[in-house]
């Protein structure tokens, strides 16, 4: 769909969806072109488990630390997050607009022998089914969506009282245009060149309006930066790059 105008459908960017689904038969392949991701999905799991544990009163070094408590992987993809939530003992709804993303998906898990909600379906299908959960994972997503202060109204109304969402994004900022657009698609060839847009990257302010508004208030922010000695990243004070903000919907009165 290269060269086309986006084509938008509520929060879908169709011109996105497909880009992701031409390469989804690589998404469990750590050497291939999410291997990014794979680098990046420890200190984001970590971070996930640590909170988590913290607001429901978790062990978290228990096999079933999330056991009874329900999840939403919005923009799963092939399922990197979802997997290791299911093997904490969660209920994962995993959900991606693309169906071959899902497809690929269901087919890992069922080789990894879990039991996973997949569907393609978008936040605001789910949103209007009345779906609602304890854990809102919205992991590198939004510099993905046509319109965000809907995408994150539509997941912020799944939130349960007493409930968390987690966002990790890409700021937009000229440090990560050097860093996450030039220096990781062009010059490192991490990402396939067009994986990201620098006017879609999304400021922490313009998340943090939108989810206000649905009724969570921001409890967390971290950077997460990336160290090339040791080929690792790691949560830092730098939120100019990639960061994540931790939100919580107040109990019920």
């Known amino acids: 769909m290269t060269g086309k105008a986006h084509q938008t459908a509520g929060t879908i960017d169709e011109d996105e969806v497909a880009r992701f689904s031409a390469m989804a038969s690589e998404w469990w392949d750590p050497t291939g072109k999410f291997k990014p991701l794979h680098k990046f999905n420890p200190v984001r799991l970590a971070y996930i488990k640590q909170e988590v544990c913290k607001k429901f009163g978790r062990d978290p070094k228990a096999s079933?630390?999330?056991k009874g408590l329900r999840f939403l992987d919005i923009g799963c993809g092939g399922g990197l997050l979802s997997e290791p939530m299911a093997r904490l003992g969660a209920e994962v709804v995993g959900a991606d607009p693309s169906e071959t993303n899902i497809k690929i998906a269901t087919l890992h898990m069922r080789e990894s022998g879990l039991k996973i909600d997949y569907r393609a379906e978008t936040a605001e299908d789910l949103a209007a089914a009345g779906e609602?959960?304890?854990?809102?994972?919205?992991?590198?997503?939004?510099?993905?969506?046509?319109?965000?202060?809907?995408?994150?109204?539509?997941?912020?109304?799944?939130?349960?009282?007493?409930?968390?969402?987690?966002?990790a994004t890409i700021n937009r900022t000229l440090k990560a245009y050097a860093l996450a657009i030039v220096g990781a698609e062009y010059v490192l060839r991490w990402l396939p060149k067009g994986t990201h847009s620098y006017e879609k990257l999304v400021k922490p302010s313009e998340i943090e309006g939108p989810l206000n508004a649905a009724g969570l208030r921001i409890i967390d922010r971290s950077g997460v930066s990336y160290n090339p000695v040791t080929d690792t990243w790691?949560?830092?004070?730098?939120?100019?790059?990639?960061?994540?903000?931790?939100?919580?919907k107040p109990d019920a009165a």
């Not at 790691?234 to 919580?248: P, T």
């Open 64 to 66: 079933g630390a999330f």
């Open 132 to 167: 609602t959960f304890d854990v809102v994972l919205n992991m590198e997503v939004v510099e993905h969506v046509a319109d965000v202060p809907l995408f994150l109204e539509a997941t912020g109304n799944m939130v349960r009282p007493g409930g968390l969402m987690f966002v």
């Open 234 to 248: 790691a949560r830092s004070r730098d939120m100019d790059v990639n960061y994540m903000l931790l939100s919580e």
